[in-house]
């Protein structure tokens, strides 16, 4: 199995950018598709985006599109999630996750998961 930890969240301000970091251990990294998810207080945890094995496939949530860009370095074990123009909504506890197979916006299919990063937007 492999292991994840987030790392890059911090209190920002409104418009400001970000980028977190998801550091894998275990088994190759290679071998799994990464996803990010959020969660901000009272809500369920949502999908943000996801990055295939190779990097060469990406999805995102549409509210996250054009603002949020996920990439992957599989030579250092480790995704990123680079969040630009922030806004208060962002404010949530980042999550990064993996699974084995395609790119996935379902939570449930992510068998692999971080304890999180949080991000506080200020207005």
């Known amino acids: 199995q492999v292991q ?3 790392s890059g969240g911090g209190l920002v301000q409104a ?3 970000l ?3 998801c550091a894998a251990s275990g088994r190759t990294f290679s071998l799994y ?3 990010w998810f959020r969660q901000a207080p009272g809500k369920e945890r949502e ?3 996801a ?3 190779s990097g060469s496939s990406t999805i995102y949530a549409d509210s996250m599109k054009g603002r949020f860009t996920i990439s992957r370095d599989n030579d250092k074990n480790t995704a990123f ?3 630009n123009s922030l806004n208060p909504e962002d404010t949530a506890v980042y999550y990064c996750a993996a699974r084995f197979g395609t790119v996935s916006m379902v939570k449930t299919a992510y068998a692999y998961w971080g304890q999180g ?3 506080t937007v200020s207005s």
Do not use: K
Request: aromatic share 4%; hydrophobic share 50%; net charge negative.
């Open 81 to 83: 999630l680079q969040m």
């Open 51 to 53: 990055i295939i094995t």
């Open 4 to 6: 994840l930890v987030e």
């Open 19 to 21: 980028r977190l970091s």
């Open 47 to 49: 999908f943000v985006a």
């Open 33 to 35: 598709t990464v996803g």
């Open 117 to 119: 990063t949080q991000v």
């Open 15 to 17: 418009g400001d950018s």
